[in-house]
């Protein structure tokens, strides 16, 4: 009964506190283990290793399964409506923008300055690549070979080639799309699988590189949290201001005013899915949103919006090449730029989408995926943030169809009263 006692209960209190959690508490222990015993914690680099090369094993298999269902669902045997088309449009031109700001605030800010984690030499990457040449290796001349060499660039344009093409065989594609959608759903819940190992390798690797690099890697990761909540809040503030204004000419007050409630159960729970009721509520009744475009419009932005993931690609991305003394091209910003908005279609609701895409961009720019590790740790902190980004995005594109299709009610979008008698403690 006392070993009972001493075992099994702290282990059944630690499995059912939340990922996040366990994974921050992991990162502390790390860091702690790696002061105090310097060297000799460069002995569970092993289990690192190990946890990194799992998340390179998902890499190919999840991004190739998830961009053919996503997109295959998109279009569902058909072209696209107007509104699925605008939707789409607006939502990867914002996605795309995002991941901007997110590089802007990386370069500008230098999070990584300071880490001394350097210096790396890169592998399986061209040494100053030029345009043209990174244009000519686009697309696979053998999709497999892209496959085993991890190309992602190349892998996702062959995704989006069979995706298309499988649509548009009709129902004959359509065993081929129900495996991989299956595929797909297999590949989520072995990602869930894998991310639940998180904590055990987050801890191992942050031994090893604290007690390598000592205390300097820290305070390098507050950085990294205040570059990507300042590089939202612009985000949110200027781009999306400037949109409604510009194309919808509507005051954006009435619209933050509107998506409060929204934006602060995106923030605490960090799920779109479980903020798309308030989302409709809030586009419907408080901004005047026709339920026809909603009923559109949000459910693709759950899909493929990831305005706020995008923006914590850049800032982590270069966060990561500043720490290990890595020198970008231009060529490299625009592969990130490239990758995430094209993985985008389909990953949006994938777990651990945030880690799992910042291995892919890691990964096709040659930069070490040590530095997952280091991110891994604060992802909670910066998912509140992208979460809140990306739902403010989903409704922000329903405004914006709305008002170009004529079915905007501007009397409710105006009137500071509206949907006030929303109950949303129900939900």
Same mark, same amino acid.
């Given at each position: 009964?006392?070993?009972h006692?001493?075992v099994f209960?702290p282990?059944?209190?630690?499995?059912?506190?939340?990922?996040?959690?366990?994974?921050?508490?992991?990162?502390?222990?790390?860091?702690?283990?790696?002061?105090c015993?310097s060297?000799?914690?460069?002995?569970?680099?092993p289990?690192?290793?190990?946890?990194?090369?799992?998340?390179?094993m998902?890499?190919?298999?999840?991004?190739?399964?998830?961009?053919? /269902? %996503?997109?295959?669902a998109?279009?569902?045997?058909?072209?696209?409506?107007?509104?699925?088309?605008?939707?789409i449009?607006?939502y990867?031109?914002?996605?795309?923008v995002?991941?901007?700001?997110?590089l802007?605030?990386g370069?500008?800010?230098e999070p990584?300055?300071?880490?001394?984690?350097?210096?790396?030499?890169?592998?399986?990457?061209?040494?100053?690549?030029?345009?043209?040449?990174?244009l000519?290796?686009?697309?696979?001349h053998?999709p497999?070979?892209?496959?085993?060499?991890?190309?992602?660039?190349? @892998?996702i344009?062959?995704?989006?080639?069979?995706?298309?093409?499988?649509?548009?065989?009709?129902? $004959?594609?359509?065993?081929?799309?129900?495996?991989?959608?299956s595929?797909?759903?297999?590949?989520?819940?072995l990602?869930?699988?894998?991310? /639940?190992?998180?904590?055990? %390798?987050?801890?191992a690797l942050?031994?090893?590189?604290?007690?390598k690099?000592?205390?300097?890697?820290?305070l390098?990761?507050?950085?990294?949290?205040?570059?990507?909540?300042?590089?939202?809040?612009?985000?949110?503030?200027?781009?999306?201001? *400037?949109?409604?204004?510009?194309?919808a $000419?509507?005051?954006?007050?009435?619209?933050?005013? *509107?998506?409060v409630d929204a934006?602060?159960?995106?923030?605490?729970?960090s799920?779109s899915?479980?903020?798309?009721?308030?989302?409709?509520?809030?586009?419907?009744?408080?901004?005047?949103?026709?339920?026809?475009?909603? /009923?559109?419009?949000?459910?693709?932005?759950?899909?493929?919006?990831?305005?706020?993931?995008a923006?914590?690609?850049? @800032?982590t991305?270069?966060? @990561?090449?500043?720490?290990?003394?890595?020198?970008?091209?231009?060529?490299d910003?625009?592969?990130?730029?490239?990758?995430?908005?094209?993985?985008?279609?389909?990953?949006?609701?994938?777990?651990?989408?945030?880690?799992?895409?910042?291995?892919l961009t890691l990964? /096709?720019?040659?930069?070490?995926?040590?530095?997952?590790?280091?991110?891994?740790?604060?992802?909670?902190?910066?998912?509140?943030?992208?979460?809140?980004?990306?739902?403010s995005?989903?409704?922000l594109v329903?405004v914006?169809?709305?008002? *170009?299709?004529?079915?905007?009610?501007?009397?409710?979008?105006?009137?500071?009263?509206a949907g006030?008698?929303?109950?949303f403690?129900?939900?």
């Amino acid at each position: 009964m006392l070993f009972h006692g001493l075992v099994f209960k702290p282990w059944r209190i630690w499995t059912r506190r939340p990922l996040w959690l366990k994974t921050l508490l992991g990162m502390l222990t790390g860091i702690g283990l790696g002061l105090c015993f310097s060297e000799q914690a460069l002995l569970l680099k092993p289990i690192g290793v190990l946890f990194v090369n799992t998340i390179q094993m998902l890499m190919v298999p999840l991004i190739f399964c998830s961009v053919i /269902a %996503g997109l295959t669902a998109l279009l569902k045997g058909k072209t696209l409506d107007r509104i699925g088309s605008k939707a789409i449009g607006l939502y990867l031109c914002s996605t795309a923008v995002a991941i901007c700001i997110g590089l802007v605030m990386g370069w500008l800010l230098e999070p990584g300055m300071g880490a001394n984690m350097g210096p790396y030499e890169r592998t399986g990457v061209m040494v100053q690549p030029t345009l043209a040449s990174v244009l000519s290796h686009l697309v696979p001349h053998n999709p497999v070979q892209a496959m085993v060499d991890g190309k992602i660039l190349q @892998v996702i344009v062959f995704a989006v080639a069979l995706a298309l093409a499988l649509n548009a065989t009709g129902r $004959r594609g359509r065993p081929a799309i129900l495996f991989f959608t299956s595929l797909a759903e297999g590949m989520f819940k072995l990602t869930q699988m894998v991310m /639940a190992l998180a904590p055990y %390798g987050v801890c191992a690797l942050m031994a090893w590189m604290t007690g390598k690099y000592g205390v300097s890697l820290l305070l390098p990761l507050l950085k990294v949290i205040g570059a990507v909540y300042l590089g939202c809040l612009l985000h949110v503030l200027g781009v999306y201001s *400037s949109l409604l204004i510009l194309l919808a $000419r509507l005051n954006p007050l009435h619209y933050f005013k *509107s998506i409060v409630d929204a934006q602060a159960v995106a923030f605490t729970s960090s799920s779109s899915s479980s903020t798309l009721p308030i989302s409709l509520a809030c586009a419907e009744r408080r901004l005047g949103v026709s339920p026809a475009i909603t /009923a559109k419009v949000l459910p693709i932005g759950a899909t493929i919006n990831m305005d706020g993931t995008a923006l914590y690609q850049g @800032v982590t991305a270069l966060f @990561v090449a500043q720490a290990f003394g890595v020198d970008l091209h231009v060529v490299d910003y625009l592969t990130i730029i490239s990758i995430a908005t094209l993985a985008s279609i389909g990953t949006a609701g994938t777990p651990g989408t945030g880690l799992m895409l910042l291995t892919l961009t890691l990964t /096709a720019v040659g930069l070490p995926l040590e530095g997952v590790a280091l991110i891994a740790g604060i992802d909670r902190i910066l998912d509140m943030a992208r979460t809140t980004v990306n739902v403010s995005g989903d409704i922000l594109v329903s405004v914006l169809i709305a008002r *170009s299709e004529k079915e905007l009610d501007l009397a409710i979008y105006h009137d500071a009263s509206a949907g006030e008698d929303i109950d949303f403690t129900l939900r």
